[in-house]
Each structure stands twice: as C-alpha cells, then as structure tokens.
C-alpha cells in the first residue's frame, strides 16, 4: 500500500562513533555551500560554511569536504554525542544572488546512546 | 534574548479564512525572508526583503503577502487560507545581501493547520 509521512534519509550512530552525512549538488556555479542542523521543533541553526574554492573546512567536531568533481558534499561529526540527534541540510548559494539559499533534502540523524 | 521570533507559534485555522504571521529579529539584521518547509522536512524560499524592499519573490501564490514595516519586521499575511498551506513556516535574517555568502539566523517557526 502508499506510505505515507516522513521520509528523510535516515543515519542511525552510536553515541561516540563518527557521523558522516553526504549531499549532492547539481548547481556548478554555487560559490557558498552551508550546513544547517534543526533539532525537533526548533528552526534550522547554521553549522558550517564552505567556498567553492576550498576542498575541506574544519570547525569544532565538525569537518566540511567539497568534491568538485563529483559534485558532492559531506558534513563529518566527531565524536557524535545525542545532542548531534537532528535533521541536517545541506544548502548552496551564489553571490550573484546574495544570501538566497537553495536547500537539499534534509538527513536525519539519530544518535543512540 | 531572542534573536529572531516568530508569533504565533502554532496556527489553527479554518479552509477560506485570512490569517497573519508575524516576525520580528533584533540583530540589526537590513534582510529578512520567509520560508515553508513542508511535511517532508523540504525548506524552500518564499519571499526576502532587504530594508523593506522586495529583493526575493519566488513563485508564490498571491494569496501570500508580505509586508515590512521596518526593517525589524516581516510579517507574513495569507489570505482564503487553502489545505494545502498547511506546513511551518519560518522566519530568518542575515546581513546585507551583497558578494558573499552571509549566515541566516532562523526564527522557531510557526505550525500552520488549515482544516
């Protein structure tokens, strides 16, 4: 029969593993790729930030990697702590169209103690 | 304090009737924008003011309007709400839109029931 609801990817990690969450990106000409987190209830936070020009970011526990050539983004947690349980968006923008964020489909991330 | 609120919280209205959103953000923030996410989490731009003038208008029914005060303020106002309308939508605020890539703060959303 047709289900119905939610249905994000999902990402299923043991508190303390590392968690890597993947987008893809059609859009050659984006300049900005940005990582965003939405706990339950809450709006979506920013993460993480990456130019087009850059391979790798790293922030705290947090690591962003650009491939280019395959068009495609991932969003790396350390040490994933149940705090970290949300969905995650990866999003892209030009500067040619100032702050106008295009978002990807959401992931959602469960972190089991 | 609050950096972007959004009021009410939660919205539960009748198909056909007129409803408004409200939001406010204290960053000092010049552009603000709306957004719908939709049952399956999909986050989509609506509409994007930078001081209190249109910059973003996506294709939206004209049933929505928004409307800027100031550049504090955006609030969202709908009309012959449809089922359809039903989703969260939220609010958020960035910096001057200019060459580069400015973070937006979001607000905590507002659930929209049309019945």
């Known amino acids: 029969g047709e289900s119905v609801g939610l249905h994000l990817p999902t990402l299923s990690v043991q508190e303390g593993d590392n968690s890597i969450i993947n987008c893809a990106y059609s859009?050659?000409?984006?300049?900005?790729f940005i990582w965003y987190k939405q706990e339950s209830g809450k709006g979506p936070q920013f993460i993480i930030d990456?130019?087009?020009?850059?391979d790798k970011r790293q922030g705290q526990r947090v690591t962003v990697l650009l491939n280019k050539t395959v068009k495609h983004l991932s969003l790396q947690i350390a040490a994933t702590q149940p705090g970290d349980s949300a969905v995650y968006f990866c999003a892209d923008a030009r500067e040619t169209s100032g702050s106008r964020l295009t978002f990807g489909e959401g992931t959602q991330l469960t972190v089991n103690p | 304090d609050t950096a972007v609120s959004q009021t009410p919280k939660y919205l539960v209205t009748q198909m056909g009737n007129d409803k408004s959103i409200k939001c406010e953000q204290n960053?000092?923030?010049?552009?603000m924008y709306w957004y719908k996410q939709d049952s399956k989490k999909f986050l989509k731009i609506m509409f994007s003011y930078n001081n209190k003038e249109l910059i973003i208008n996506e294709t939206v029914p004209n049933r929505f309007s928004p409307k800027s005060p100031d550049k504090a303020h955006l609030n969202l106002h709908i009309n012959s709400l449809e089922l359809g309308d039903s989703a969260v939508y939220f609010c958020?605020?960035?910096?001057?839109?200019?060459?580069?890539?400015?973070?937006?703060?979001f607000g905590p959303g507002t659930r929209l029931t049309v019945l």
């Open positions: 990456i130019r087009s020009n850059m």
């Open positions: 960053l000092g923030h010049d552009t």
């Open positions: 859009n050659s000409a984006s300049d900005y």
């Open positions: 958020a605020s960035s910096q001057v839109p200019g060459t580069s890539y400015n973070e937006q703060f």
